[in-house]
T-cell receptor, first 111, second 114 residues
Framework: GQSLEQPSEVTAVEGAIVQINCTYQ??????LSWYQQHDGGAPTFLSY????GLEETGRFSSFLSRSDSYGYLLLQELQMKDSASYFCAVGEDTGRRALTFGSGTRLQVQP | NAGVTQTPKFQVLKTGQSMTLQCAQDMNHEYMSWYRQDPGMGLRLIHY???????DQGEVPNGYNVSRSTTEDFPLRLLSAAPSQTSVYFCASSSTGPPGETQYFGPGTRLLVL
């Protein structure tokens, strides 16, 4: 089976940098994804890592260490609109076509 | 393109009633899936389909049925609603599916079972 752990809440100020960590245990790891969800909205894709290292997409970056079963999402130059929940999700390398999501980290950006 | 659409947006059911949640996509995606999201929690996979005529169970399939007769549509049926099925239901699709591909989510259906 799969299990993921991420902090439940993070608070930061506008313009700052915040890191959201995710550790996982899987029976067959394929890759780590990150999704953003605003209150009342649908999840939207942010980033994906299949290999170790850093992936950068604008203000957002995602990092993966397969040997440590660990990844993080880095948000730079925080804006008020970044206040949302962030979910990490793992894909399986077992032939089962499924994503398993963490329980999410609620990010509060303060002025 | 409308993307992934879901109907209804909101629904109230009584225990024991049945209903179908509709999901459609116009992106010609082979992979479609249903998730439920309970308050303060992540998404849990109910059922998924890798193409017309092919479905499989996810993490929490009990109490739900699916079928995939066309590429575009993937309805979710609640056979006999229970209060434990009160949740927000999201449909998602992608070209070939996880593990390495972006999932596109619909706006969700909020279901309350009394």
């Amino acid at each position: 089976g799969q299990s993921l752990e991420q902090p439940s809440e993070v608070t930061a100020v506008e313009g700052a940098i915040v890191q959201i960590n995710c550790t996982y245990q899987t029976s067959g790891f394929y890759g780590l994804s990150w999704y953003q969800q605003h209150d009342g909205g649908a999840p939207t894709f942010l980033s994906y890592n299949a290999l170790d290292g850093l992936e950068e997409t604008g203000r957002f970056s995602s990092f993966l260490s397969r040997s440590d079963s660990y990844g993080y999402l880095l948000l730079q130059e925080l804006q008020m609109k970044d206040s949302a929940s962030y979910f990490c999700a793992v894909g399986e390398d077992t032939g089962r076509r499924a994503l398993t999501f963490g329980s999410g980290t609620r990010l509060q950006v303060q002025p | 393109n409308a993307g992934v659409t879901q109907t209804p947006k909101f629904q109230v059911l009584k225990t024991g009633q049945s209903m179908t949640l509709q999901c459609a996509q116009d992106m010609n995606h082979e992979y479609m899936s249903w998730y439920r999201q309970d308050p303060g929690m992540g998404l849990r996979l109910i059922h998924y389909s890798v193409g017309a005529g092919i479905t499989d169970q996810g993490e929490v399939p009990n109490g739900y049925n699916v079928s995939r007769s066309t590429t575009e549509d993937f309805p979710l049926r609640l056979l006999s609603a229970a209060p434990s099925q009160t949740s927000v239901y999201f449909c998602a699709s992608s070209s070939t599916g996880p593990p390495g591909e972006t999932q596109y989510f619909g706006p969700g259906t909020r279901l309350l079972v009394l």
